[in-house]
Protein backbone atom coordinates (compact mmCIF):
# COMPACT_ATOMS: atom_id res chain seq x y z
CA UNK A 1 0.00 0.00 0.00
CA UNK A 2 1.75 3.36 -1.19
CA UNK A 3 1.68 6.12 1.68
CA UNK A 4 1.13 8.82 -0.77
CA UNK A 5 -1.10 9.20 -4.02
CA UNK A 6 -0.39 11.74 -6.15
CA UNK A 7 -2.80 13.51 -8.37
CA UNK A 8 -1.94 15.54 -11.49
CA UNK A 9 -2.51 16.46 -15.15
CA UNK A 10 -0.74 14.74 -18.04
CA UNK A 11 0.73 17.87 -18.72
CA UNK A 12 2.28 18.12 -15.31
CA UNK A 13 3.67 14.81 -15.24
CA UNK A 14 7.94 15.36 -15.00
CA UNK A 15 7.00 17.97 -11.89
CA UNK A 16 4.54 14.80 -10.40
CA UNK A 17 8.07 12.26 -10.87
CA UNK A 18 10.03 14.93 -9.56
CA UNK A 19 7.89 14.91 -6.05
CA UNK A 20 7.38 10.95 -6.19
CA UNK A 21 10.93 10.41 -6.54
CA UNK A 22 12.13 13.37 -3.88
CA UNK A 23 9.64 11.51 -1.30
CA UNK A 24 10.67 7.83 -2.27
CA UNK A 25 14.11 9.27 -1.75
CA UNK A 26 12.65 10.16 1.91
CA UNK A 27 11.44 6.58 2.38
CA UNK A 28 8.06 7.85 1.44
CA UNK A 29 6.19 4.92 -0.83
CA UNK A 30 3.92 6.85 -3.13
CA UNK A 31 1.51 5.83 -6.03
CA UNK A 32 1.75 8.49 -9.07
CA UNK A 33 2.21 6.52 -12.44
CA UNK A 34 -2.01 6.39 -12.97
CA UNK A 35 -2.02 4.46 -16.16
CA UNK A 36 -4.65 2.20 -15.31
CA UNK A 37 -4.61 -2.03 -16.22
CA UNK A 38 -6.25 -3.73 -19.01
CA UNK A 39 -9.59 -4.58 -17.89
CA UNK A 40 -9.79 -2.76 -14.97
CA UNK A 41 -11.92 0.67 -14.40
CA UNK A 42 -11.31 3.80 -13.16
CA UNK A 43 -12.98 3.40 -10.17
CA UNK A 44 -12.01 -0.15 -9.48
CA UNK A 45 -8.46 0.72 -9.62
CA UNK A 46 -7.52 4.55 -9.14
CA UNK A 47 -10.58 4.84 -6.70
CA UNK A 48 -8.89 1.83 -4.66
CA UNK A 49 -5.42 2.90 -4.87
CA UNK A 50 -6.85 6.32 -3.55
CA UNK A 51 -8.60 5.05 -0.80
CA UNK A 52 -5.56 3.16 0.98
CA UNK A 53 -3.36 5.37 1.13
CA UNK A 54 -2.78 7.85 3.54
CA UNK A 55 -2.11 11.22 1.82
CA UNK A 56 -3.48 12.74 -0.94
CA UNK A 57 -1.53 15.46 -2.85
CA UNK A 58 -2.88 17.10 -5.19
CA UNK A 59 -0.85 19.22 -7.93
CA UNK A 60 -3.04 22.37 -8.91
CA UNK A 61 -1.83 24.14 -12.13
CA UNK A 62 -3.58 25.13 -15.21
CA UNK A 63 -4.00 22.25 -16.59
CA UNK A 64 -5.14 20.24 -13.70
CA UNK A 65 -7.71 23.08 -12.33
CA UNK A 66 -9.04 22.17 -15.42
CA UNK A 67 -9.17 18.01 -15.56
CA UNK A 68 -12.42 16.58 -13.86
CA UNK A 69 -10.39 13.81 -13.08
CA UNK A 70 -7.88 15.31 -11.03
CA UNK A 71 -10.83 17.15 -9.09
CA UNK A 72 -12.81 14.18 -8.52
CA UNK A 73 -9.74 12.59 -6.55
CA UNK A 74 -9.38 15.97 -5.16
CA UNK A 75 -13.20 16.14 -3.73
CA UNK A 76 -12.44 11.94 -2.72
CA UNK A 77 -9.02 13.04 -0.71
CA UNK A 78 -10.61 16.31 0.73
CA UNK A 79 -13.88 14.54 1.97
CA UNK A 80 -11.30 11.86 3.31
CA UNK A 81 -9.42 14.26 5.37
CA UNK A 82 -6.76 13.64 3.55
CA UNK A 83 -5.93 16.40 0.87
CA UNK A 84 -2.51 18.02 0.97
CA UNK A 85 -2.62 20.45 -1.85
CA UNK A 86 0.68 22.18 -3.97
CA UNK A 87 0.47 24.94 -6.46
CA UNK A 88 2.62 24.64 -9.30
CA UNK A 89 2.03 28.00 -10.99
CA UNK A 90 -0.20 31.19 -10.62
CA UNK A 91 -3.59 29.76 -11.38
CA UNK A 92 -5.58 29.59 -8.31
CA UNK A 93 -7.40 26.17 -7.14
CA UNK A 94 -10.80 25.18 -7.87
CA UNK A 95 -13.92 26.28 -6.34
CA UNK A 96 -14.70 24.73 -3.48
CA UNK A 97 -10.74 24.20 -2.50
CA UNK A 98 -8.94 26.94 -1.81
CA UNK A 99 -9.97 26.52 1.73
CA UNK A 100 -7.14 24.02 2.35
CA UNK A 101 -3.96 25.61 2.14
CA UNK A 102 -1.59 25.06 -0.02
CA UNK A 103 2.57 24.84 -0.74
CA UNK A 104 3.96 26.81 -3.33
CA UNK A 105 5.76 24.48 -5.41
CA UNK A 106 6.02 27.05 -8.40
CA UNK A 107 9.84 27.57 -7.90
CA UNK A 108 11.01 24.56 -6.64
CA UNK A 109 13.19 22.43 -8.70
CA UNK A 110 13.88 19.51 -6.09
CA UNK A 111 15.87 21.07 -3.23
CA UNK A 112 14.95 18.84 -0.01
CA UNK A 113 15.65 22.57 1.82
CA UNK A 114 13.40 24.89 0.00
CA UNK A 115 10.92 26.90 2.51
CA UNK A 116 7.77 25.56 0.48
CA UNK A 117 9.41 22.13 0.30
CA UNK A 118 9.87 21.41 3.68
CA UNK A 119 6.77 22.88 4.77
CA UNK A 120 4.66 20.15 2.82
CA UNK A 121 7.00 17.51 4.35
CA UNK A 122 6.05 18.74 7.12
CA UNK A 123 2.18 18.21 6.72
CA UNK A 124 2.80 14.97 4.87
CA UNK A 125 5.07 13.47 7.89
CA UNK A 126 2.24 14.70 10.13
CA UNK A 127 -0.28 12.52 7.95
CA UNK A 128 1.72 9.99 7.95
CA UNK A 129 2.61 10.22 11.94
CA UNK A 130 6.63 10.57 11.19
CA UNK A 131 8.84 13.12 12.71
CA UNK A 132 8.76 16.25 11.14
CA UNK A 133 11.32 16.04 7.47
CA UNK A 134 12.55 12.36 8.45
CA UNK A 135 15.80 11.11 7.01
CA UNK A 136 15.36 7.77 4.79
CA UNK A 137 15.89 4.23 6.60
CA UNK A 138 19.55 3.66 6.70
CA UNK A 139 19.97 1.20 3.70
CA UNK A 140 21.32 -2.19 4.78
CA UNK A 141 25.50 -2.33 4.43
CA UNK A 142 26.27 -4.72 1.60
CA UNK A 143 28.29 -7.68 3.61
CA UNK A 144 32.42 -6.97 3.55
CA UNK A 145 34.83 -8.38 0.86
CA UNK A 146 36.48 -11.86 1.70
CA UNK A 147 39.61 -11.24 3.98
CA UNK A 148 42.12 -12.14 0.82
CA UNK A 149 39.80 -9.29 -0.98
CA UNK A 150 40.40 -6.60 1.98
CA UNK A 151 44.42 -8.25 2.13
CA UNK A 152 44.61 -6.83 -1.77
CA UNK A 153 42.60 -3.60 -0.98
CA UNK A 154 45.13 -2.80 1.68
CA UNK A 155 48.15 -3.71 -0.62
CA UNK A 156 46.81 -1.07 -3.05
CA UNK A 157 46.74 1.71 -0.05
CA UNK A 158 49.48 4.03 -1.29
CA UNK A 159 49.58 3.10 -4.72
CA UNK A 160 48.49 4.87 -8.12
CA UNK A 161 45.54 3.58 -7.61
CA UNK A 162 44.31 4.39 -4.60
CA UNK A 163 45.32 7.72 -5.15
CA UNK A 164 43.86 8.00 -8.32
CA UNK A 165 41.35 10.76 -10.14
CA UNK A 166 37.73 8.50 -10.02
CA UNK A 167 37.27 9.60 -13.54
CA UNK A 168 40.82 8.13 -14.55
CA UNK A 169 41.64 4.17 -15.54
CA UNK A 170 42.56 3.45 -11.83
CA UNK A 171 40.10 5.59 -10.38
CA UNK A 172 37.54 3.53 -12.35
CA UNK A 173 39.35 0.18 -11.41
CA UNK A 174 39.08 1.59 -7.49
CA UNK A 175 35.79 1.97 -7.91
CA UNK A 176 34.80 -1.87 -9.14
CA UNK A 177 36.86 -3.32 -6.30
CA UNK A 178 35.08 -0.87 -3.52
CA UNK A 179 31.82 -2.29 -4.82
CA UNK A 180 32.66 -5.75 -4.67
CA UNK A 181 29.73 -7.21 -4.29
CA UNK A 182 27.24 -4.02 -4.59
CA UNK A 183 25.58 -3.79 -7.61
CA UNK A 184 23.36 -0.96 -6.91
CA UNK A 185 23.64 2.03 -8.82
CA UNK A 186 25.18 2.64 -12.72
CA UNK A 187 28.64 2.16 -14.08
CA UNK A 188 29.23 4.19 -17.39
CA UNK A 189 31.11 2.80 -20.37
CA UNK A 190 34.66 3.53 -19.36
CA UNK A 191 34.79 1.92 -16.16
CA UNK A 192 32.99 -1.48 -17.14
CA UNK A 193 35.65 -1.93 -20.44
CA UNK A 194 39.20 -0.44 -18.35
CA UNK A 195 37.89 -2.89 -15.68
CA UNK A 196 37.48 -5.86 -18.03
CA UNK A 197 41.27 -4.64 -20.03
CA UNK A 198 42.64 -5.11 -15.96
CA UNK A 199 40.71 -8.32 -15.70
CA UNK A 200 42.22 -9.69 -18.98
CA UNK A 201 46.04 -7.94 -17.80
CA UNK A 202 45.74 -10.18 -14.77
CA UNK A 203 44.46 -12.96 -16.31
CA UNK A 204 47.15 -13.35 -18.34
CA UNK A 205 49.41 -12.32 -16.04
CA UNK A 206 48.02 -15.48 -13.88
CA UNK A 207 48.48 -17.80 -16.74
CA UNK A 208 52.28 -16.51 -17.28
CA UNK A 209 52.79 -16.70 -13.79
CA UNK A 210 51.40 -20.69 -13.84
CA UNK A 211 53.39 -21.95 -16.48
CA UNK A 212 56.39 -20.22 -15.29
CA UNK A 213 56.12 -21.80 -11.95
CA UNK A 214 54.00 -25.18 -12.49
CA UNK A 215 54.86 -25.73 -16.32
CA UNK A 216 51.19 -25.88 -16.46
CA UNK A 217 49.76 -26.96 -20.08
CA UNK A 218 46.37 -25.76 -20.20
CA UNK A 219 45.34 -28.28 -22.76
CA UNK A 220 46.46 -31.36 -20.28
CA UNK A 221 47.41 -30.32 -17.12
CA UNK A 222 45.33 -30.77 -13.86
CA UNK A 223 43.43 -27.79 -12.29
CA UNK A 224 45.88 -28.21 -9.55
CA UNK A 225 48.77 -26.81 -11.49
CA UNK A 226 46.50 -23.89 -12.33
CA UNK A 227 47.37 -21.87 -8.97
CA UNK A 228 47.72 -18.38 -9.68
CA UNK A 229 44.56 -18.99 -12.66
CA UNK A 230 42.18 -19.73 -10.15
CA UNK A 231 42.86 -17.59 -7.46
CA UNK A 232 42.69 -14.48 -9.70
CA UNK A 233 39.55 -15.82 -11.27
CA UNK A 234 37.80 -15.91 -7.76
CA UNK A 235 39.20 -12.48 -6.68
CA UNK A 236 38.04 -11.26 -10.06
CA UNK A 237 34.46 -12.68 -10.24
CA UNK A 238 32.35 -10.63 -7.88
CA UNK A 239 33.43 -6.71 -8.76
CA UNK A 240 33.36 -7.86 -12.66
CA UNK A 241 29.92 -8.92 -12.01
CA UNK A 242 29.14 -5.94 -10.34
CA UNK A 243 30.25 -3.29 -12.64
CA UNK A 244 28.19 -5.41 -15.41
CA UNK A 245 25.18 -4.78 -13.40
CA UNK A 246 25.87 -1.74 -12.84
CA UNK A 247 26.63 -1.17 -16.95
CA UNK A 248 23.26 -2.73 -17.68
CA UNK A 249 21.58 -0.26 -14.80
CA UNK A 250 23.25 2.43 -17.49
CA UNK A 251 21.62 1.49 -20.19
CA UNK A 252 17.60 1.03 -17.96
CA UNK A 253 18.15 -2.81 -18.08
CA UNK A 254 17.97 -5.31 -14.97
CA UNK A 255 20.98 -6.04 -13.75
CA UNK A 256 19.94 -9.95 -13.05
CA UNK A 257 20.10 -10.50 -16.39
CA UNK A 258 24.17 -10.07 -16.09
CA UNK A 259 23.36 -13.44 -14.29
CA UNK A 260 21.68 -14.97 -17.33
CA UNK A 261 24.40 -13.97 -19.59
CA UNK A 262 27.24 -15.50 -17.41
CA UNK A 263 24.12 -19.02 -17.37
CA UNK A 264 24.64 -18.94 -21.54
CA UNK A 265 28.04 -18.02 -21.66
CA UNK A 266 29.10 -21.34 -22.26
CA UNK A 267 27.15 -20.80 -25.48
CA UNK A 268 28.85 -18.05 -26.39
CA UNK A 269 25.48 -16.28 -26.34
CA UNK A 270 25.20 -14.82 -23.03
CA UNK A 271 29.19 -13.35 -23.22
CA UNK A 272 28.59 -11.51 -26.76
CA UNK A 273 24.79 -9.84 -25.01
CA UNK A 274 27.68 -8.22 -22.10
CA UNK A 275 29.54 -7.19 -24.41
CA UNK A 276 27.21 -5.40 -26.67
CA UNK A 277 25.51 -3.67 -23.95
CA UNK A 278 28.44 -2.68 -22.63
CA UNK A 279 28.72 -0.33 -25.77
CA UNK A 280 25.45 1.06 -25.49
CA UNK A 281 25.57 4.75 -24.51
CA UNK A 282 23.97 5.19 -20.72
CA UNK A 283 20.91 6.92 -20.15
CA UNK A 284 20.52 10.73 -20.35
CA UNK A 285 20.06 12.06 -16.63
CA UNK A 286 18.84 9.90 -13.54
CA UNK A 287 16.94 7.18 -14.24
CA UNK A 288 15.21 4.51 -11.81
CA UNK A 289 18.53 2.71 -10.88
CA UNK A 290 20.44 6.01 -10.17
CA UNK A 291 21.87 9.43 -11.35
CA UNK A 292 23.77 9.52 -14.35
CA UNK A 293 27.55 8.24 -13.42
CA UNK A 294 28.82 10.77 -15.85
CA UNK A 295 27.09 13.67 -13.49
CA UNK A 296 25.10 15.40 -16.28
Not at 12 to 38: C, H, M, S, Y
Not at 99 to 119: I, K
Amino acid sequence: MADVFISYAREDRPKAEQVARALNAAGIETFWDTEIPPGQTWADYIEGKLNRSKVLIVLWSAHSTSSQWVREEARMGRDAGKLIPAMLDASPAPFGFGEVQAANLATWTGDPNHPEWRRMRGAIDAALGRPANAAPPSPIAPPPPPPAMQNFASMMQGSTIANAPADSPQGYIRKCFQHYVDGKGRARRSEFWWFSLFQLVVGILAIMLDISTFGTNYTTSLPNSMIFTGITSLAMICPAVSVASRRFHDVGLNGWLVAVGYVLSFLYVGALFILVVGFIPGQPGENKYGPNPKGV
